[in-house]
C-alpha cells in the first residue's frame, strides 16, 4: 500500500527500520481524533500524546480520506506528475514525521518540532528525487528544489510563530539539500550513490543541534 511503500522508501534512503506500520497509527476520519484536535482544516496533522503509563508515547497520524484516494487514482510509485505532486508531498511529510519520531522514540531521543519539520522537508525532497530519477533515468530534476523550497509559502491561516517555524525548516533544508544537489547528480551518473547515502544517514543520526551546524557552516 502507498503509505507503507512510503514508510519504506524513506525508511531504505536511512537505513532505519522501525517495527510498526503506518497504518497501524493511520486516522482519515476527523472524527475520531481528539476533541481539541477535531475543528482542523489540515490535509495532515501527527498527533503526540503520552501513553497511559507515562513511559511511552501515543501517535496518531491524520491524512485526509479524499487525498488518499486522489493518491490511489495517481499512484506516484507509477508516476509522479504537476496533478499528484501536491498530495504526495502531503503524504510524505506525514509519513516522515512518523517514521522520524518513532525511531527517536526508539532510541529514547527527544525530537523537538523544528527538528521534526526540517528532516520532513529534507525528505520530502530526497524522496521525491528518488521516484522522479527512477521513473525518468538520465533526466536530472532541477525544478524540484525550485518547487519545495522557493515556491512553497507558509498556510497563511498559521500563527505567526508557527509560520515562522516553518519558514526556518524551509530555509535549513533548502541549505541542506541546495549543497545535496551536486551530490545527487553525481550519484544519478552513478559516481557518488555510497557517498550521498552515508551523508544523508549520518545527517539523520545528528542531534538537531548538530544539524543546525553542519548546515549553517556548509560542511
Not at 530555509?171 to 553525481?186: I, K, N, Q, S, V
Amino acid at each position: 500500500m502507498l503509505l507503507t511503500a512510503l514508510q519504506e522508501l524513506i525508511g531504505g534512503i536511512y537505513d532505519v527500520r522501525i517495527a510498526h506500520d503506518v497504518y497501524d497509527f493511520l486516522v482519515t476520519d476527523r472524527a475520531r481524533l481528539p476533541e481539541a484536535a477535531r475543528g482542523g482544516s489540515a490535509e495532515e496533522e501527527l498527533l503526540v500524546a503520552a501513553s497511559g503509563d507515562g513511559d511511552g508515547l501515543a501517535l496518531s497520524l491524520y491524512l485526509d480520506a479524499a487525498l488518499l484516494e486522489r493518491l490511489a487514482r495517481e499512484d506516484p510509485f507509477t508516476r509522479l506528475h504537476a496533478g499528484n505532486v501536491a498530495d504526495c508531498l502531503t503524504a510524505l511529510e506525514g509519513v516522515s514525521h512518523f517514521l522520524y519520531l518513532a525511531w527517536n522514540a526508539g532510541h529514547d531521543r527527544p525530537v523537538s518540532l523544528i527538528e521534526l519539520e526540517t528532516q520532513a522537508e529534507i525528505d520530502k525532497y530526497v524522496a521525491s528525487h528518488v521516484l522522479l530519477t527512477r521513473q525518468a533515468p538520465g533526466h536530472f530534476p532541477l525544478e524540484l528544489r525550485h518547487v519545495l523550497f522557493e515556491r512553497a509559502r507558509p498556510d497563511p491561516r498559521l500563527p505567526g510563530a508557527r509560520a515562522q517555524l516553518y519558514r526556518e525548516a524551509s530555509r535549513l533544508a533548502a541549505r541542506f539539500c541546495a549543497r545535496l544537489e551536486g551530490a545527487l547528480a553525481g550519484a544519478q551518473a552513478g559516481m557518488a550513490d555510497r557517498e550521498v547515502l552515508a551523508q544523508l544517514r549520518r545527517f539523520y543520526r545528528l542531534s538537531h543541534a548538530h544539524k543546525r551546524a553542519h548546515i549553517e557552516r556548509g560542511g
